[in-house]
C-alpha cells in the first residue's frame, strides 16, 4: 500500500527548493496562521490542571538535576516536574484533544512523574499575553504562537529553544516532513528552527456538493465563472459563501487568494519587505474584490457576528454552497458528529484562475498551522522527555485518529485515509506551487490592522482603498520605529 508520507516529503520538498512554498503560521492558522475549526471568539482565558503537582523539596531536586541533564543532552523520562502549556485551541478542539491526549499517553505510558497544565487563550489575545509573559519572564514551558516577525523577535532576544539542536540532543532530528522543517525556517528566517509545526495545509474552497446540484452550478475553474455561480446560487435564495468574519482571518484569506492569483505567490512578501506597497493597485483591487463581494449579499447577514466554526457548520449543514478554508478543516468533514451528510458531500477546489500565467491552478496557499515553541529558560530534560515522545508519535496519532496532517512522519497506509483526506493529499502530490497568507510576514501591528479592519470592509465602512491605506500606515509606523 502507498505510504503518503513519503509522497507529501517528496513533493513538497521540492516546491520548497525552488522558493514558492512560504506559509506557516495562522489556523487555523489563527490570527497569524490556520485557526482551529473549534477555536473560540471570546478573549476568556481559561485554565485546566490534568495533573496536580506536588511541591518537596525532593521535586525541587529532580528538577535541578534534570536540567542540568538537558544541557549535556540527557532525557530524563522519570524526573518529576509540571509543565504549563499555552495553547489558542479549546481542550475540546482536534488542536487541543490532540496535545493533551498525547501529553497524557506521555504520562501513562512512559513518566508517571510528569503533569501538565493546559491554559487556553483566544487568538485575538495570544500576542499580548505573550507579551505581558516575557515582560514578566514567566513564559510557559511550551506554548503556541505566529511564525514569521513575532517569532523573530523572541528569537532575537533569547526566550525560545533552539529545536534543531534539542531534536538532535532527543535523537529525534528526522522527525518533520521536509515541506513544513522548509517552511518553518523560511519565516523564520534563521538556519536552525526554533519552532515546531502543527499542521501542514493547503488552503482553497470547500463546496456542499448537494447545494450545488440543487442549484445546477458546476465548479467554477475561473474567477469570473466564480462570480457568476455565486450570482446564480444568490438568485436561487442560496447564501454562496460563508466566512468567520467574527475571527477576522477567515476573511484576509479573501483578499489574499485574488491578490496571489493576480499578482504572483510573492505579492505579500513584496509588500511585506518594502519592495510594493499594499496601497498599490493590485492590493486595493483585491480588497475591493471582497468589500463588492460583501455588498452584493454573497457573505449573507451580519458576517462579522459569525465565527470559523459557526461558519464551517453552515457549510456542512448546507446553509450555504461555499467556504474558503484549510485542509485542517477535514477533520471535521470526516467527524459524523459534525457532518451527518457524509464526507463525499463536502467537495474541494482551488482558488479559481484570475491569470493562468501569472498563478496556475496548481497553485495553493500553504501554511504549517500556528507554531509550537518551547520557553528556553524552563526547558530542561524532564521537558526533552516529553518532546522526544510529542513528536515522535504525533504524526502517527493524529492521521490515525483525527485524519489530519501535522507536519510530521507517519506512516499510516492509505486503506486508513478517508475520501477528504486521500484528495488534499492528491492536490499536494499535484501542486506546483504555493503561496503564503494575508498576514504571513507582517509584524504584529500590521497583521493587526490587516485583520481588525476587515470587518469594517465587510460591513461596508471601509472600501479597498481606505483597508490598504490603514495596513500601509500601521507597516510604516511599525519600519521607522
Known sequence: MKRYSKVISAIMASAMTVGLLAGCGSSNTTGGGAASSSSKASASVSTSTQSEAQSSSSEVAATSTSASSAASGDVDTTAKKEIKILAIWAEDSTEGKIINELTQKYIDEVNPNFSFEYEYVAQADLSSKISTLVASDDLPDVFVYSAGKPLQQLIESDKVVNI?????????????LPAAKSSLLGLSNTDDLYDLPFGLNIEGFWYNKSVFEKAGVKIPETWDEFLKVCDTLKSKGIQPLATGGADKWPTTRLVNAYAYRSMGPDAVKKASDGEAKFTDDGYVKSAQMVADMA??????????????????????NGQCAMLYDGSWFSSSITDPNTNPSGEDNIGFMGVPVVDESVSPATEYPTNCGN??????????????GWLQYFVKNIGNYSM?????????????????????????????????????WWEAYMDDETKAAAQDNIQNVLNGDMDGQQYCEAIQNAYDVYTTE
Do not use: H, P
Open 295 to 316: 455588498k452584493k449579499g454573497y457573505f449573507g447577514e451580519g458576517a462579522t457576528t459569525v465565527d470559523s466554526t459557526t461558519a464551517e457548520g453552515m457549510l456542512l
Open 164 to 176: 534543531s539542536e534539542a531534536l538532535d540532543k532527543v535523537g529525534e532530528s528526522d522527525c518533520l
Open 371 to 384: 507554531v509550537i515553541c518551547l520557553s528556553k529558560g524552563k526547558y530542561d530534560a524532564a521537558t526533552a
Open 400 to 436: 490515525e485518529n483525527y485524519q489530519s496532517i501535522r507536519g510530521f512522519k507517519y506512516d499510516t497506509d492509505d486503506s486508513k485515509l478517508g475520501t477528504t483526506v486521500k484528495t488534499i493529499i492528491d492536490d499536494i502530490n499535484n501542486a506546483t506551487g504555493s503561496t503564503a
